[in-house]
């Protein structure tokens, strides 16, 4: 039996870069720079995450439960940020109510 996999929208290059100056070019986490220069050419170190979760667990439901949501459509731009990788990747598996709403409030 195959897997369905999660939606996932297509995130425009503008909206990449609308996104990056959104954070002036640093992660809202941990303020790492989001280009950086290889070999005279710039490299984007970003990811596009979603703010409230794209398939929230049980669990992010419950502690999101009564916090402001950013719009009813998940893939909205408005419910995206540019995260570094690495705290994309710790955001998404160890979600805080406090990181969310400092994304929130972005």
Do not use: W
């Amino acid at each position: 039996m195959s897997q369905v996999k999660p939606r996932r929208a297509n995130v425009t290059e503008t909206v990449k870069m609308s996104l990056l100056c959104e954070v002036q070019g640093t992660c809202p986490l941990c303020r790492s720079e989001l280009v950086v220069k290889k070999d005279k050419k710039q490299v984007r170190v970003f990811d596009v995450a979603h703010i409230y979760p794209l398939n929230a667990t049980k669990h992010e439901l419950d502690i999101l439960k009564d916090e402001e949501l950013l719009s009813d459509d998940i893939d909205c731009d408005d419910n995206f940020i540019a995260l570094c990788k690495i705290c994309h990747k710790i955001y998404d598996t160890q979600k805080t109510v406090n990181e969310y709403r400092q994304l929130v409030a972005m």
